[in-house]
């Protein structure tokens, strides 16, 4: 509580020096300024996917294709058409004309060397691996490809959408195809990559060259993007009050209300693709075998108030709904109707569970999180102590967090996760059930399901596949699903963020604009 009161004092601070001191946007200059809580040292997000750094890759690289939330159909990018020639072969024509920002003309060479290089089995890609699905792509003609796939494959054009393409005399020549996303980031995208450094920032100027947008990936508005990293929310909200800043992201509830209160700023709700949750350590990974009773795991879902973290907890809470499952009803295969749903909030019947389960006392816990989700891990570990569980929090940076994850050290989570771009439910499933490492419910059964429903090229048949898979992980309280969670965009008058975003940063830069 005294951190908290700590924030607002020193928001309160700012409001008055804003008040006194006038922002000056750099409209004039016609440059972007952002900060960002993390890092960026690489902008292959399949590598390095935090929302950040997503931000700007979607302005770098354009995929084959996308898709359109209104419509809920797929479009085309780089790729003019397709067709399935079979249950396991793609076929993509691809634009004429395009180039890449070093000059490079785009062909059929650059799509076999990205997806081939991401189908590797070596690939170190974290998001957007392609070797459980993708056998080999076949050069038909300089600007034709056919995707060979190893089985049907229900998601595998969807899932392009959130692919960048890459070029092939650049990407493919690498021994280490990490050193593409951190050295040479070129793409075909509204933007180019001028500088980029971990700890000195990312610039980013208009790729003026970019006439031959797909009028469903607009060229860009703002001439140049400077960005700089800047951990600590206090000094990101200094920056925008005095002039030094012209966006943020990400902040708290309290601090970006009294923003908007100051009347010098718009606060922008955006919507996103991402899910907040709340995964507990079921296969006993961590050590806390406290989690491996399902009854232990159904007393934290009861001590949690999810309607009250959406309403007074979450930065545009207004804007969240509460969810089912981990994706939402613009999905293609998100099902209609899940039988099994997260329970309302009941703190004596989590006690009796308890005590049942042998822990009539509680037990220690440890949530670990990172920063954007920060608000909510505590406000959960508020509530799980009312039970008698003595919760800790463990906030670390996003690269520490999914090292933690990965290594099997993490008691409970509370975190967001996304659809990557991807509108389709598997991305998410697929990370936190088919990667071992990542995977903290070990349960066969639900790997079979999410393997089934790859192959399900029907979408009825899919959606009811992926149901049975929600309903057992709500059954088992594998996972609580919390809400949607909007982003909080903190930005000057002179700004126009455009409307949200299925990726994880909530807003595209090419949509961008000042009024």
């Known amino acids: ?23 000056a946007a750099q409209k004039s200059a016609d440059t972007l300024r952002v900060a960002f809580a993390d890092p960026i040292s690489s902008l292959d997000i399949t590598l390095n996917f935090n929302p950040e750094a997503q931000f ?9 294709v996308t898709y359109d939330r209104a419509s809920r159909t797929i479009k085309p990018v780089l790729a003019e058409s397709w067709q399935r020639i079979s249950d396991t072969v793609v076929e993509f024509k691809l634009r004429h004309g395009v180039k890449f920002h070093d000059g490079s003309d785009f062909t059929a060479d650059d799509v076999v060397a990205t997806l081939e290089g991401l189908a590797d089995p070596k690939s170190k890609a974290r998001w957007y ?72 920032g990312i610039e980013l100027v208009r790729n003026d060259a970019y006439a031959s947008a797909s009028p469903f990936h607009p060229a860009g508005r703002i001439a140049r993007v400077r960005s700089v990293p800047m951990a600590d929310m206090q000094t990101q909200i200094a920056g925008i009050m005095t002039g030094t800043l012209d966006l943020i992201h990400n902040v708290p509830r309290d601090q970006a209300e009294q923003l908007g209160e100051t009347g010098q700023f718009r606060v922008t709700y955006a919507s996103t693709a991402n899910y907040g949750y709340i995964m507990m350590d079921a296969a006993g990974r961590s050590g806390n075998a406290a989690l491996a009773k399902p009854a232990v795991r159904k007393a934290i879902e009861l001590a949690v108030d999810r309607e009250s973290l959406r309403r007074n907890i979450l930065p545009g809470g207004g804007n969240a709904q509460l969810i089912d499952a981990l994706c939402d009803d613009w999905e293609i295969d998100c099902p209609d109707k899940i039988a099994t749903t997260p329970p309302p909030p009941d703190l004596a ?20 999180t990172y920063s954007y989700s920060r608000a909510t891990a505590e406000a959960v570990g508020g509530e799980l102590r009312k039970i008698g569980i003595r919760a800790t929090i463990d906030q670390r940076t996003i690269a520490s967090y999914m090292e933690k994850q990965t290594s099997g050290k993490v008691q409970m989570m509370v975190a967001e996760i996304s659809s990557g771009g991807s509108p389709t439910t598997y991305p998410a499933l697929r990370l936190l059930y088919m990667y071992p490492d990542r995977d903290y419910a070990r349960d066969e059964g639900i790997r079979a399901m999410v393997n089934q429903a790859t192959g399900e090229l029907d979408i009825a048949t899919r959606k009811g596949t992926y149901a049975k898979i929600y309903d057992r992980i709500n059954a088992e309280a594998y996972l609580m699903p919390l809400m949607t969670i909007p982003a909080s965009l903190i930005h000057g008058k002179d700004l126009d963020v455009g409307p949200g975003s299925i990726n994880a940063f909530g807003a595209d830069l090419a949509r961008m604009s000042w009024k």
Do not use: C, N
Request: hydrophobic share 50%.
């Open 129 to 200: 691996r392609l070797d459980s699905w993708l056998d080999h792509v076949e050069k038909v003609d300089a600007y034709t490809v056919r995707l060979i796939e190893k089985g049907p494959t229900a998601y595998d054009v969807p899932y392009l959408s959130a692919v960048g393409i890459f070029p092939a005399a650049l990407f493919g020549k690498l021994e280490d195809k990490a050193d593409f996303g951190r050295k040479t980031p070129v793409g075909t995208g509204p933007y180019k990559v001028v500088s980029l450094d971990a700890t000195k």
């Open 56 to 64: 700007f890759a979607a302005a770098v690289f354009d995929p084959l």
């Open 1 to 23: 509580m005294t951190i908290r009161i700590a924030a607002i004092a020193s928001t309160a601070a700012l409001a008055a020096l804003a008040a006194a001191q006038p922002v």
């Open 349 to 368: 019947a989590a006690k009796k569970l308890l005590a049942e389960a042998g822990y009539p006392d509680g037990f220690d816990l440890e949530i670990t």
